[in-house]
């Protein structure tokens, strides 16, 4: 099970940290991945974070405001949301991967339900 927490309504230019609780999986076997979804939008990738962490990935979108990390004592992973702008609005989900390094951003197989960000003046 993941379960999210952390989002909020923020001002542009502010920043947030969102969580993501893992329990009932191998949680240090394998990579995990932040996703959103904005309104009226399809899904789409934000970041993966490999099994150790020593790896990582980002939308374009994203890269440079937004970093990944994960404590495997916790099984938790965080997304650091920095910089952000209205674009940024969207539910934000976590993901577990199928594998232990970030591949492809369909290699996801469960999911949370999911974290509300509103950016917004």
């Known amino acids: 099970q993941l379960v999210e927490s952390g989002g909020d309504l923020v001002q542009p230019g502010g920043s947030l940290r969102l969580s993501c609780a893992a329990s009932?999986?191998?949680?240090?076997?394998?990579?995990m991945g932040w996703f959103r979804q904005p309104p009226g939008k399809m899904r789409e990738e934000v970041a993966c974070i490999s099994m150790l962490g020593q790896t990582t990935k980002y939308a374009a979108s994203v890269k440079g405001r937004f970093t990944i990390s994960r404590d495997n004592d916790k099984n938790t992973v965080y997304l650091d949301l920095n910089s952000l702008e209205v674009e940024d609005t969207a539910i934000y989900y976590c993901?577990?991967?199928?594998?232990?390094?970030?591949?492809?951003?369909?290699?996801?197989?469960?999911w949370g339900q999911g974290t509300q960000v509103a950016v917004s003046s």
């Open positions: 993901a577990k991967g199928q594998w232990a390094g970030c591949r492809g951003w369909s290699d996801f197989d469960e």
């Open positions: 009932g999986l191998r949680f240090g076997d394998y990579s």
